[in-house]
C-alpha cells in the first residue's frame, strides 16, 4: 500500500503595507512585484501621495501590497495628509515592510531617522510582524551586507531581514516568500486577475501627474494636483476620450507648466498618454489644461476640493 500523498499547504492571503521614508523605492517594488506599472515614480521625495494598493496572485497565496506615501516631517496640509495616510495603512494591515537604503556608517554604525524610531515604536505596540527590507543592495558591496544585517538586528526584533534590490529585481521573489509566510490562511480576497480596486480614473490622473512630476522644475510638482473632468469610452471608435486638469497654486506655475508656444504641457500630455495607452488597451485622446487654485496645499478646504480628504492632524486652518 503506498503512502497518501501529504496535504497541500494552505491558501494564505492578506495585506502587507509598504512603509518608508521617501525614495526608498517603495514605489519601485510594488510595480516590480506586480509585473506591471501601477504607482508612479520619479527622482522627486514625495511622488506618492495616496494609499496604492496592487493585488500579488500566486497559487498558495494572495498578497495585497499597500504602498504609502514616505514618511516625513509635515509642513503643510498635503504633506500632514500624506503622513495620515501612510500611518492609517499600518493599522489596516496583517504584516508591515520596512524599506530602508542599504548602508552602514562610521564604525559600523547604521542611522535610523528619529521618525523611523518613532514608528518602530509603535510597530511594537501593535504586534505586527515587521519585516526590514535592505533595498538598493546593488549600490554596496557584497561583503557590507552582512555587517548592516547584524546592525539592524539590535535596532527592532524584526519578524525577518531582507536584502533586496526592486530596481534590478534582486531576491524580490524571497521577499514575497517571506511576507506570504506572516499572513493568515484564507481564500483569495479579490479576482484572480485583479490588480488594484483603484479606478482608471484616479490611475489615469496619477500618471499624468507622474509625467509633470519628471519634467517639469524643482519646485512645481509639489504644486500640482490632476483631476479627471471627462471620460467618455467612444468604443465604437476605438478610443477613450480623458479632459484633465492640471492644477497649481499661482499663475506663474501655470506659465511652466504651459511652457513657451504650449510646448510643456504637449509633452506631458503626448508621454501620459502612452501610459495610457498601455494601460487602458485601446487609442486615448487625452486633452489637458491648466487651473490656477491659489494656495490648495496649503488649505485643507482646497485640498478637500481635489480630492485629498484629510485624516484630522492637518485641521481646517491654513498650514504655515
Given amino acids: 500500500m503506498s503512502e497518501s500523498a501529504p496535504p ?101 554604525a547604521v542611522g535610523v531617522a528619529t521618525i523611523v524610531r518613532a514608528l518602530l515604536d509603535k510597530l511594537a505596540a501593535s504586534g505586527k510582524p515587521v519585516f526590514l527590507v535592505l533595498n538598493k543592495i546593488d549600490r554596496i558591496e557584497t561583503p557590507q551586507l552582512l555587517p548592516i544585517i547584524d546592525a539592524w538586528q539590535s535596532v527592532f526584533p524584526f519578524a525577518g531581514i531582507v536584502p533586496i534590490s526592486a530596481a534590478k529585481g534582486h531576491n524580490v521573489d524571497g521577499l514575497v516568500d517571506a511576507l506570504v509566510g506572516a499572513l493568515p490562511e484564507g481564500p483569495p480576497l479579490y479576482p484572480e486577475d485583479a490588480l488594484t480596486d483603484l479606478p482608471e480614473r484616479f490611475i489615469a490622473a496619477e500618471m499624468i501627474r507622474e509625467k509633470a512630476f519628471r519634467l517639469l522644475g524643482e519646485e512645481v510638482p509639489y ?17 477613450i476620450h ?59 478646504k482646497g485640498m478637500r476640493k481635489l480630492g485629498y480628504e484629510t485624516q484630522g492632524r492637518a485641521g481646517e486652518g491654513e498650514n504655515p
Avoid at 82 to 87: G, L, N, Q
Avoid at 223 to 239: C, K, L, N, P
Avoid at 260 to 268: C, E, L, P, S
Avoid at 271 to 283: S, Y
Fill in 8 to 108: 497541500s499547504a494552505a491558501h494564505k492571503s492578506g495585506f502587507v503595507t509598504l512603509v518608508g521614508q521617501p525614495n526608498v523605492g517603495k514605489s519601485t517594488l510594488l510595480n516590480r512585484l506586480l509585473g506591471q506599472k501601477l504607482a508612479i515614480t520619479s527622482n522627486r521625495p514625495q511622488t506618492t501621495r495616496n494609499r496604492i494598493p496592487g493585488v500579488l496572485t500566486r497559487p498558495d497565496a494572495q498578497v495585497v501590497l499597500v504602498d504609502t506615501p514616505g514618511l516625513h516631517d509635515a509642513r503643510r496640509a498635503l504633506n500632514a495628509f500624506m503622513v495620515d495616510v501612510a500611518h492609517d495603512a499600518l493599522w489596516e494591515t496583517d504584516a508591515v515592510a520596512l524599506l530602508v537604503e542599504a548602508g552602514i556608517g562610521k564604525n559600523g
Fill in 242 to 300: 480623458i479632459q484633465a486638469l492640471i492644477h497649481v497654486e499661482r499663475e506663474s506655475q501655470k506659465s511652466i507648466v504651459i511652457g513657451r508656444g504650449g510646448k510643456m504641457i504637449k509633452k506631458i500630455g503626448t508621454q501620459a498618454r502612452l501610459d495610457l495607452e498601455r494601460m487602458l488597451g485601446t487609442r486615448v485622446d487625452l486633452r489637458l489644461f491648466v487651473r490656477v487654485e491659489k494656495g490648495w496645499t496649503r488649505s485643507v
Fill in 223 to 239: 504644486a500640482i494636483a490632476v483631476t479627471i473632468e471627462d471620460w467618455q469610452d467612444r468604443s465604437m471608435a476605438g478610443m
